[in-house]
């Protein structure tokens, strides 16, 4: 019997795939197998049976890597699974940053008793004037699986969409998004994009990645979209740079004590990931690599 812990709940339709062979206990002690989705397994004791832990989710920044090579631990993702799910949320940042609707939305309630809500109506439109988007250029740094199809959408909006990646080659970006991108150098996207978005994993060197080094070669008023973690932006620069008006937006779905209630910050939970077809397709890739590893020994995305 494979036993298997789960420390954060996994949607059923991943784990009604486990066959009788498998149970599901409470507790990590003698897990041979762990599905996680965002929980930090850091400072945890990892059991001695444990063989594989799989994240529900594309980054492993919660997972102690090094202990578990150590140990031969095998630990996979679920590259691409939740990758629509976070580019439609990223879509939906890039609107909020250009056209005020929660502020428009809060102004409404606000006036909403107000007898005289209709004719109130005509000061809301000026007050809460955007931007838009057609034309505008738009850099997305990492062109991993939520990068693609971040770009992609960016174009069919009538975006300038350029792209890089540090970590694949300008002719592996090229092919895989020929018709969507230019490729630029990174230096290029801070220079010369309206609207810049991260979708890198946090390593030594993207981490804090965004900083006042960065920020100061970008247009004054630009916008920044980080829904990839939340250590790839310096909290700090990012304060003073909001203040100055350098960062117009800056907008999240990590929020931090520094910059979550400052003007010109959109901040939410970490909800890029939390659809229901997300949550499912993350639980049946990591329960199916579970299985394949502990019944067959195949690897995939480890
Ligand atoms: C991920 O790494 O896939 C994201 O952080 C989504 C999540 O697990 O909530």
């Not at 829904?227 to 931090?256: C, H, I, Q, W």
Request: overall charge negative; some cysteine; hydrophobic content about 45%.
């Amino acid at each position: 019997m494979v036993k298997y812990n789960c420390l954060n709940p996994i949607a059923p339709i991943g784990l009604n795939l486990f066959t009788e062979k498998y149970e599901k206990i409470e507790s990590l002690e003698s897990a041979d197998a762990v599905l996680v989705r965002s929980a930090s397994m850091l400072d945890l004791n990892l059991p001695e049976n444990l063989k594989a832990i799989a994240r529900a989710g594309a980054g492993v920044n919660n997972i102690p890597l090094d202990k578990c090579a150590e140990k031969g631990i095998v630990v996979f993702n679920t590259p691409g699974a939740n990758a629509n799910g976070v580019k439609e949320l990223v879509i939906a940042g890039l609107m909020l940053a250009s056209r005020d609707i929660v502020g428009g939305i809060n102004w409404v309630q606000s006036i909403r008793e107000d007898e005289n809500v209709a004719k109130l109506v005509e000061k809301g439109k000026s007050k809460f004037a955007g931007k838009e988007i057609l034309g505008k250029k738009f850099g997305v740094i990492g062109l991993g699986a939520i990068g693609v199809l971040v770009a992609n959408a960016a174009k069919r909006l009538g975006m300038e969409v350029y792209g890089c990646d540090p970590y694949i080659s300008v002719e592996h970006a090229w092919n895989l998004s020929r018709d969507i991108i230019s490729v630029k150098t990174k230096e290029d996207i801070y220079k010369e994009c309206d609207y810049i978005t991260v979708h890198v994993p946090l390593l030594d060197d993207t981490k804090k990645m965004i900083n006042k080094d960065t920020i100061a070669m970008m247009k004054d008023g630009v916008v920044i979209l980080n829904f990839a973690r939340d250590l790839l932006v310096n909290d700090e620069d990012m304060e003073e740079a909001l203040k100055s008006g350098k960062v117009a937006k800056y907008v999240t779905d990590f929020p931090n004590a520094k910059t979550a209630g400052m003007e010109g910050v959109i901040a939410i939970p970490h909800l890029g990931a939390s659809t229901e077809e997300s949550e499912d397709n993350c639980a049946v890739m990591a329960v199916k690599e579970i299985k394949d590893y502990m019944e067959y020994g195949i690897i995939k995305n480890s």
